[in-house]
């Protein structure tokens, strides 16, 4: 996939009150810096679990969402980013 960086990579907020929206994101890179499987929550701007998916150990995944939508992971070895895709 090739992609536009649209913001600063971030470290991963590691608990819902502090989740991002990825500076309003609708195309975020997660991106695992470590050796082990890290969860990722995908929720909605109040709050409520949208669901949740494991980036593996030095893997990277992509996740659509609404702009409100925010992140937050098991770990801060999750990096964040906000990216287009061309």
Known sequence: MIITTKGTEIDAPTGSGTASNVGSAALVRCANAGGTARLVTLEQSD????????????????????????????????KLSAVAQN
């Open 47 to 78: 709050g409520t679990d949208i669901g949740t998916f494991t980036v593996p150990a030095n893997g990277v995944q992509y996740v659509w969402k609404a702009v409100t939508d925010k992140i937050f992971a098991a770990h801060a070895d999750i």
